[in-house]
């Protein structure tokens, strides 16, 4: 007895499963190269805090490295200029309210040095500075 064999049948689902492979490598290579947040200019290690509050960055954030470089908004300023170029962002910011401030200092930031930063927002009439720490570890 002679069987006849049905001749295969063409699967369209093969170029779908193909398809479907290159999509999930590319969501995953972006999902590994891709920046939620972008980095920091300067290499900071912010002070250990036991605050739980969890606190909205101002509109300007000031970090201010260990070694005294300062940075407004991820440009590298010198500290001299750092009053004038506070001023120019608070006198076209949109807000009419007094203006707020983000500082990420490093932990082993000098107190003067802070100070310094402190007086030169208090002269500009900042009306809220807002410090940026870690939970403790």
């Given at each position: 007895?002679?069987f006849i064999r049905?001749?295969?049948?063409?699967?369209?689902?093969?170029?779908?499963?193909?398809?479907?492979?290159?999509?999930?490598?590319?969501?995953?290579?972006?999902?590994?190269?891709?920046?939620?947040?972008?980095?920091?200019?300067?290499?900071?290690?912010?002070?250990?805090?036991?605050?739980?509050?969890?606190?909205?960055?101002?509109?300007?954030?000031?970090?201010?490295?260990?070694?005294?470089?300062?940075?407004?908004?991820?440009?590298?300023?010198?500290?001299?200029?750092?009053?004038?170029?506070?001023?120019?962002?608070?006198?076209?910011?949109?807000?009419?309210?007094?203006?707020?401030?983000?500082?990420?200092?490093?932990?082993?930031?000098?107190?003067?040095?802070?100070?310094?930063?402190?007086?030169?927002?208090?002269?500009?009439?900042?009306?809220?500075?807002?410090?940026?720490?870690?939970?403790?570890?």
């Amino acid at each position: 007895m002679k069987f006849i064999r049905p001749s295969p049948r063409q699967n369209d689902d093969n170029n779908l499963i193909s398809l479907i492979n290159v999509v999930f490598l590319i969501l995953v290579f972006f999902m590994l190269m891709g920046r939620i947040t972008p980095d920091d200019i300067l290499d900071i290690d912010s002070p250990a805090s036991d605050s739980t509050q969890a606190v909205e960055p101002e509109s300007v954030i000031i970090s201010i490295a260990a070694d005294g470089r300062i940075a407004v908004d991820s440009r590298i300023i010198t500290k001299a200029s750092l009053g004038a170029i506070l001023r120019r962002k608070f006198e076209t910011g949109k807000s009419a309210d007094t203006p707020g401030v983000t500082i990420k200092a490093d932990a082993k930031i000098q107190v003067k040095r802070l100070n310094d930063t402190f007086d030169i927002l208090r002269s500009l009439g900042v009306g809220k500075i807002t410090l940026v720490t870690d939970r403790t570890r």
